[in-house]
């Protein structure tokens, strides 16, 4: 009989969406993820060399593309006034948090032949690790994270920007900023330019949450920062952080034949991920602070890069913050460990408006990512740049969707114009146009393409055995299949053996060629996430899904920060509806700490709540302090021990409790992309895995 102890296992330790960027202990250790492999050989057996095609077209951008332009190198090393002396930094839990040693590869005068030497370029610019000074009063730390951590001198102390994804890169952020510029003061506030959470995760690595209780310090977030930070990536969580896998090459070791960046940074750091809550939002469009004796402009940006989201003007500095609205890149409006599709019109628009309200003044551009660019002149051109870089890509494809084009053609047929594709900050190294262009016809009119044949497709497993009949069995499709492999033909290839492999998920020779032909792709792009992609496929249909540990960066605080009606909607996600088919009942929840009350129903095997309203004649009412519960949600006090000691209280039929306990399933982080890659033998992970996969924040 379930119990109401079982309901207490099945509520989940729910942390933010963001996969581990730590080792991933696989099968025979093929390679340990994230692990430098040596230079002279690929670190798969399996592993192909670059095929001429793939020479040919690497080649062929090294002549094409503008390598001529070296401003990039100028800018990036300029202000630099500490190196960082140490390549790696340990995590508090004792395994390593950041490694910059692994990408040393990357510091060779070697042209690799399997990266696109676009991609290779922004991969040794991101190799800046120290201190840099954008001017006289603001100071970047690079290259300790994905994203950059800024300082901002205050009359009394400094002002801290984007606290990097984990704390001890933060902390050795800020110990070598004191060694060398702070003089000892201490941090006074701390702002978070938007909801990812490379741009709030290490916050403890800098401030003691006693000092923000005690109005030490503040903590500055734009309009619904906590709404979007929890919620953007929970309810899908468990997907994203696995499809991130792919996006991010989390399996894949840093080499020239796997991992080589991540365009906006080398990678994601693997330490302890904390979220202490803004004491003050910015709720209006525009909004002036004086924060610490600094003057400062907040222009708000929702739905742009992220959901909640703001840039800031330091107008006695002339100096002009553009969070992730503005970076050395292309962004994503679609982003493929998957989010919802950003709106490229209204991001253009803001930056337009941030280009007449502070850009025709300031005479530094600085942001989360990559480095500043100095001089009105050149910031100008660049904001003009990246507005019409969204603004052409949002209307150039509604142009070609109204002349029928559809979600399956439109990468194949809309082009950045050429004075765009010749500027270094508009290359594809995070969005690609490619997968954009697709995000754009996704926002506004769907994934259907208004071919019936498409509208109710069977699954993939389902209609590729008919493929593999019509075209004469398996041994035809991968004699066709080598054939097309040999010609370059990369992408035809895959049309046919990916038929074949999801209709024979056994198939050992088709899975290989298959791998064969993702990797050639892979080594072709520019852009690391459609590189990391066809590389993580290829390393899974030769290795299966990897089993073994994955660190456990999950931060109770983190979930702390979720609000009860978010738990209650996971909650809902997490019940499978067809184990409680026939059962009805209303629970109502209070929480008396905080004056909430909840109206939970599950009815039509829908479990539902609504916010400030109880039922007069509910079949059970469960009493607890928010504080009490916060133990139960954070996994560090089970609901039954607080039940026994009386800090939660219970009327009505518990039996109730157990219908819902017996319907609350925990995901597995693991779960197959590939058909045939899952070991046959893998158990369903735990709720612990779960955590550990989804204990980091969602980014970007």
Known sequence: MTTRRDLLKAIPTVGTAFAVSGTVLLDDAVAHAQEAAPLDGHFHPKGKAPSQFT????????????????????????????????????????????????????????DFDSIHPSMQRISRLNQNYGLYEVIPGIYQVRGFDLSDITFVRGKTGWIVIDPLVSAEPARAALELFQEHVGEGLPVTAVIYSHSHGDHWGGVRGVVDEADVQAGKVEIIAPRDFMEHTISENVYAGNAMNRRLFYQYGLLLPASPHGYAGQGLGQGVSAGAVGLIAPTRIIEDDIEELEIDGVRMIFQNTPGTEAPSNMNTYFPDMKALWMAENITGTLHNIYTLRGAPVRNPLRWSKYMSRALHLYGEEAEVMFYSHHWPRWGNDRLQKIMRDQRDLYAHMNNQVLHFVNKGVTINQIHNVYELPQSLKDKWHCRGYHGSPEHNSRGVVQRYIGFWDCNPATLIPLSPSDSAPLYVQMMGGSDAIMTKGRTLHDAGEYLLATEILNKLVQAEPNNRAAKDLLADVYE???????????????LSGAFELRSGIPEGDIPDPSSPDVIRAMSTELFLNFLAI???????????????????????????????????????????????TLTINRSDLEQTMAGEKELEAQLADGTAQIEGDPTILGVLAQAMVDFDPFFEVLPGTRDPHHVEAHSDAFEAVTGLPAIE
């Open 55 to 110: 020479l040919d077209k690497l080649d062929e951008a090294r002549r094409t593309l503008p390598f001529s332009d070296t401003q990039d190198f100028d800018e990036q090393k300029r202000g630099l006034i500490a190196e960082m002396p140490e390549k790696k930094i340990m995590a508090d839990a004792g395994h390593v948090a950041w490694d910059m040693e692994r990408f040393d590869f990357l510091n060779s005068d070697t």
């Open 520 to 534: 050639q792709i892979g080594y072709q792009q520019e852009n690391p996430g459609l590189r990391n992609s066809f």
């Open 574 to 620: 997490k019940m499978d509806s067809r184990k409680v088919e026939g059962h009805e009942f209303t629970m109502n929840l209070i929480t008396p700490d905080n004056g909430e009350k909840f109206l939970v129903e599950l009815r039509n095997a829908t479990l539902t709540n609504v916010e400030g309203f109880l039922s007069p004649t509910p079949d059970v």
